[in-house]
């Protein structure tokens, strides 16, 4: 075979791993300028044809690499690859070297083919500019060697150790950055071309970017732990001040209580107007602890104990609870409930946390004079529970922030309203942890409709309806 073609034999390999475009731009140069005569021309078809078995061989083995591996595992990624490269090429050794930072060193990775065990470990420092891997990792270029027992480019001890002759170093990089080389050898000597040479920088680019993704992966991972753990530590430290908060409060309330009934001695008019002050304030702060506790219970998904109880009831207790108050404020609450509503079936303790939470905000955001409806509806697998006033409503911007902790609408906050902005929060995540629905309707200065909705004893055994949609028609 003349040298001319040899060299385009290189050529021709490299311009087929490009792709069908570049090999033909390829073929047609070499025609202008060499061929002159029939031998050269069937010496050259037979090329071609070879080259593009060769292409194919290339283009199977490095989707064989892509598909095999996996970013979240990189030592069964490069392992893979190792394997896949073994199979496919005759070789006696395959070895991915990568640089660990701390130790500035490169280092086998587990799963190398052809290394005893031992060898299995072996590292170089970047000091060490006689070992061809280091020059490899240091200038990028790949190094190739006919007979590395010889070679004065290589540590010619590790050569013999390992039996070794023919050798190929390429780069593992991407983007300028290098994570390590990769090594191949035979036995034979002079056993690579230029072909191996390009198969294996291309391979050595795949594993590179799958370096790359397991890292970024790794990072992802960490950062993610991180934030949860974080996030436990607020949980922790929430749920720990809220319980160091609530024995003063109560002792606070106790002593203030026991004044006001005059237990201690006489009380003046100056005094007790400060003592009930002092009180309603020790009430709001042991409201807004009871609420942190609460959220950071729910949020840490504790179990609903689902129990049958009578919803109507709750409802009306929770409504006289609130009767003192009402009637002071000239506002008027009532409840309509069906007679023939099933029991409810959820944890009744938490319902009623649900319906404190939106009857006390019908009657916080109503005006002296106005009017608070309780109506519940028996749906067949559903009770919905409509709580309405027509109070000062939310502003339309509102509605979408309005089940987000500690989130105060505008006019709320502009008419100096109290409130720390959990309550909605708090009825939301027990609704959706009783697999129920909850949400508001209003209208800006007219009044406000909060619906809920949870299972009834129906749902089980009851008349046979789609229960799904009951749940959404509701
Ligand atoms: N019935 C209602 N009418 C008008 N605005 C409402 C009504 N219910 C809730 N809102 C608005 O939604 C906000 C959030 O309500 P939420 O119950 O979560 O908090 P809050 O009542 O301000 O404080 P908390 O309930 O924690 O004491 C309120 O601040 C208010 O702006
Ligand atoms: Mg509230």
Redesign the pocket.
Known sequence: MSLGILKDIAWLGAGFVLGAGGSLFLRETFYKDELDSQGLKEELTETQVRLDAKSREIKTLQDTVRSAASPTDLTAALAGIVSIVTRHMEVDLVAFLLLDEASQELVTRPGAYGLEKEEQIYKISLMDENASSVRVFKTGKPFVAGDAQADPGVITHYAKLWDIRSLIVVPVSKQGHSWGVMRVGSRKPYAFTQEHVDLMGAIAEDAAIIIEMSVLNQQLLSDREQLRALSRMKDEFVSTVSHEFKTPLTTLAGFLGLMLEGEIGPVSEDQRRFMVMAKNAVERLS??VS?LLDISRLESDMKMELKRFSLTPSLSSIIEAHNLEATAAKKEIHLDSPKNLPEALADPKWISVVAE??I???L???KPGGRISVSVFNKGDCIETIIE?D????PQE?LSH?FEKF???S???ELN?????????ISKKIIDLHGGRLW?E?SLGK??K?HFVIYSVNRYGGPGQNRTETMQEA
Do not use: C, P, Q
């Open positions: 409201n807004m609420d939470n939106l006390s905000n019908a916080k955001f109503t006033d109070g000062i409503g939310l509102a309005i989130y105060r609408a006019n709320a906050r309203i109290s409130g720390t902005g959990l309550g909605l929060a508001l209003s009044g406000t909060a």
